[in-house]
């Protein structure tokens, strides 16, 4: 359908769930068509994975993703499922890219708790590219930002249902769900940019709306005028009323 728009090169990017040999296949076979498709890894071991990983990289070049966590990149030529009766010389291959992630200890403010055993997740990609890992999972990162901005969209502004039958109606409401998403998007980011933010979100490029709507929208306050000064009051004890502050003195 695609090349009934367009004769120019494709990059096709797809989550885990169109992981099967079919696809594959598929996507090789179409012209002037490069794919990352999202590696379900089913029953095999993350463990060795993270060996590999290892292996290629060495032990000390690895990336500190957060406070007792690490990550080391990889690739492998991998035999497209399906192909147990075929041998091993002439079985289909493909290549796989990987990040093995390695969580030996669980953030705890500026500190970690060590953890008895540790946790080995392995995020894999099929793909026909020649870039590096890191490249190819900062890519397929990016997509899956797009479709989260989409489900905010749909989850945290409550508009997976348009609420009339007339075109011009619901044109109203979605002009005006652009307006709050980007002045939510805006405040998440200023916020940010004050270093107050509590907890992990801190560590966050950009918050979530629904964050921004419960932890500032939300917050309950109570306005007093005496002696012709308004003061603000905010609950006591309120994680999020540093930044909250911050970003109402700003001036911008």
Not at 233 to 242: Q, S
Request: glycine letters at 6%.
């Amino acid at each position: 359908m695609v090349r009934k728009i367009t004769d120019a090169p494709i990059l096709f990017t797809a989550d885990s769930g169109n992981d099967s040999t079919d696809n594959v296949e598929m996507l090789r076979e179409q012209p002037n068509t490069d794919f990352i498709l999202k590696h379900n890894l089913r029953k095999q071991d993350p463990a060795e994975w993270l060996a590999l990983a290892k292996e290629q990289t060495g032990e000390k070049k690895h990336e500190e993703v957060d406070i007792g966590t690490r990550a080391w990149y990889g690739e492998e030529k991998v035999a497209l499922p399906g192909q147990d009766d075929v041998p091993e010389d002439k079985k289909v291959k493909q290549r796989v890219v990987f990040r093995a992630i390695w969580r030996f200890a669980r953030p705890d403010g500026v500190t970690a708790q060590y953890v008895t055993d540790p946790q080995i997740t392995i995020d894999a990609y099929w793909n026909s590219l020649d870039w590096i890992p890191q490249h190819i999972k900062a890519f397929y990162q990016q997509s899956g930002t797009s479709e989260q901005y989409h489900s905010e969209l749909k989850s945290d502004m409550d508009l997976e249902h348009l609420p009339s039958g007339k075109m011009a109606a619901n044109q109203q409401v979605l002009d005006l769900a652009m307006i709050a998403y980007n002045l939510l998007r805006l405040l998440g980011q200023q916020m940010l940019e004050t270093g107050l933010v509590p907890g992990r979100k801190a560590r966050s490029h950009r918050l979530r709306l629904r964050t921004v709507m419960q932890n500032l929208m939300y917050m309950a306050g109570r306005l007093v005028r005496h002696a012709r000064r308004n003061i603000l009051h905010i609950i006591n004890g309120h994680g999020w009323a540093m930044p909250v502050m911050a970003l109402a003195r700003s001036p911008d």
